[in-house]
């Protein structure tokens, strides 16, 4: 997957609704008024939320009679999980300061 298909699918997935909306697609298609029926925001924002997930290529639509049915393109999920599983693989055979007998890394935690 070319890097900016992967900037446009992680842009596509930073929301959560989005992200959930991927998850109940992945299960088959669905309208958007069924879609929307799954958040308590409106139709039109779901249906904004689908605009922005088709223009990611995530999710296509097809219409057939009064509906439009949203699915999701198995490739550009797979294209994503690759690059995704490569980044993981490249981390974890990275050095680590502890293996190169560098100091612990700063603990980050807000004090309580």
């Known amino acids: 997957m070319r890097g900016e ?3 446009l699918a992680l842009k596509g997935l930073a929301d959560p609704i989005r992200r959930h909306t991927v998850q109940r697609l992945v299960q088959g298609p669905a309208t958007a008024g069924q879609l ?3 958040f308590s925001v409106s139709r039109p924002a779901v ?3 689908l605009r922005v997930l088709r223009r990611t290529g995530l999710v296509t639509a ?3 009679g009064r509906n439009v049915w949203y699915q ?3 490739a550009a999920l797979a294209g994503l999980s690759e690059w995704l ?3 993981a693989r490249r981390a974890a055979d ?3 300061l502890a293996a190169q007998g560098g100091p612990d ?3 980050h935690r807000r004090p309580r």
Do not use: N, Q
Request: net charge neutral; aromatic share 0%; no cysteine.
């Open 47 to 49: 249906s904004r939320h």
């Open 94 to 96: 990275a050095p680590t």
């Open 5 to 7: 298909r992967i900037d």
């Open 62 to 64: 097809t219409s057939s």
């Open 105 to 107: 890394p700063p603990d």
């Open 72 to 74: 999701t393109r198995p």
């Open 36 to 38: 929307a029926a799954l």
């Open 85 to 87: 599983d490569a980044v």
